[in-house]
């Protein structure tokens, strides 16, 4: 069993910077692959970032390509999603995800991941 505690949230004008974290507990935080994804009201959850246990391969959605960045430091426990040059339409609850399960195609759907932690919102200000 992952618990995973997001942190870093908060309310920026448009062409700011935050930086996410998630810490997950236990001892093979680097056998779990994880996720960021985020939620606007009345929207379903969708994918925004990926990274391998090891760290070594990341993946995207297209909407926040080369803007925001996704990495890890396992001796921490810990995921980060570094977002630049933010948007008001990047405003919505952002949620760390992790999965142990291996997937031949990086898991960027919400049913693939097995652990959630409880949110944290960023609010994009224009």
């Known amino acids: 069993q992952v618990q995973l505690v997001e942190s870093g949230g908060g309310l920026v004008q448009a062409g700011g910077s935050l930086r996410l974290s998630c810490a997950a507990s236990?001892?093979?935080?680097?056998?779990?692959?994880m996720g960021w994804f985020r939620q606007a009201p009345g929207k379903e959850r969708e994918f925004v970032a990926h990274?391998?246990?090891?760290?070594?391969?990341?993946l995207y959605a297209d909407s926040v390509k080369g803007r925001f960045t996704i990495s890890r430091d396992n001796a921490k426990n810990t995921v980060y999603l570094q977002m630049n040059s933010l948007k008001p339409e990047d405003t919505a609850v952002y949620y760390c995800?992790?999965?142990?399960?291996?997937?031949?195609?990086?898991?960027?759907?919400?049913?693939?991941?097995?652990?959630w932690g409880q949110g944290t919102q960023v609010t994009v200000s224009s």
């Open positions: 995800a992790g999965t142990s399960t291996y997937y031949y195609l990086p898991p960027r759907f919400v049913r693939e991941y097995d652990y």
């Open positions: 236990g001892r093979t935080f680097s056998s779990y692959t």
């Open positions: 990274i391998t246990g090891s760290g070594g391969s990341t």
